[in-house]
């Protein structure tokens, strides 16, 4: 089963539309983290936002808005009059205390999202 | 500062080749990782380091060596380059444990 999971393989909208993008996450930890990083054409990963456990907050920047709810184990990430410029493809990723088989202090990825804004 | 450089960008190797990835942060970080990204896939963990001399397997590290013998540098090498192999590798730099990771601008790597 998958740690992390963006249903939304991609997605295509007009330029002003709003758009959210799902991310729910599997976890047993009670202390966690949660990512979302940003990977426009040219390739790089450019960090969002990062949002622990203990903090259910609405966070809001600019246009971007991320609703986090632990009851059903979901971080969405919201582009309010999304603009060309946000094309990219989005990742939401999760750090726990301890991953099985290894990898303690890594993140694991979703498979991402793909946004497309047509002008 | 420059952050988290990587080199090469691209390469392309034969099966059976060796090369070493070469990944550098100057932020002074503690915690140094590194990661491969297929077509249509989200990130894996290949290695990770917590400081200069001490480095742990993570999700996918088969076929791959670490070593950390400075703050600054965390190579990722590959001794017998396989078709498998073939994917973007991404280096990420944390200072505390589970703290934000920068990473790198990615390695293109090809084996044929």
């Known amino acids: 089963a998958q740690k992390v999971t963006q249903a939304q393989t991609e997605i295509s909208v007009v330029e002003k539309e709003d758009v959210t993008l799902d991310c729910v996450y599997e976890?047993?930890?009670?202390?966690?983290?949660l990512f979302w990083y940003k990977q426009p054409p040219s390739g790089e990963l450019v960090f969002l936002i990062r949002r622990n456990s203990f903090d259910e907050q609405n966070e809001i920047s600019g246009r971007y808005s991320w609703n986090f709810q632990k009851s059903t184990s979901s971080f969405n990430f919201t582009i309010t009059a999304s603009q060309v410029v946000d094309s990219a493809v989005y990742f939401c990723?999760?750090?726990?205390?301890?991953?099985?088989?290894?990898?303690?202090?890594?993140?694991?990825f979703g498979k991402g999202t793909h946004l497309i804004i047509q002008p | 500062n420059a952050g988290v450089t990587q080199t090469p960008k691209f390469r392309i190797l034969k099966i059976g080749q060796s090369m070493t990835l070469q990944c550098a942060q100057d932020?002074?970080?503690?915690?140094m990782y590194w990661y491969r990204q297929d077509p249509g896939m989200g990130l894996k963990l290949i290695y990770y380091s917590v400081g200069a001399g001490i480095t742990d397997k993570g999700e996918v590290p088969n076929g791959y060596n670490v070593s950390r013998s400075t703050t600054e540098d965390f190579p990722l090498r590959l001794e017998l380059a396989a078709p498998s192999q073939t994917s973007v590798y991404f280096c990420a730099s944390s200072y505390v444990q589970r703290d934000t990771q920068y990473f790198g601008p990615g390695t293109r790597l090809t084996v044929l």
């Open positions: 976890t047993r930890d009670t202390t966690y983290y």
């Open positions: 990723a999760l750090s726990e205390a301890r991953v099985p088989g290894g990898g303690a202090d890594g993140l694991t």
């Open positions: 932020m002074n970080h503690n915690y």
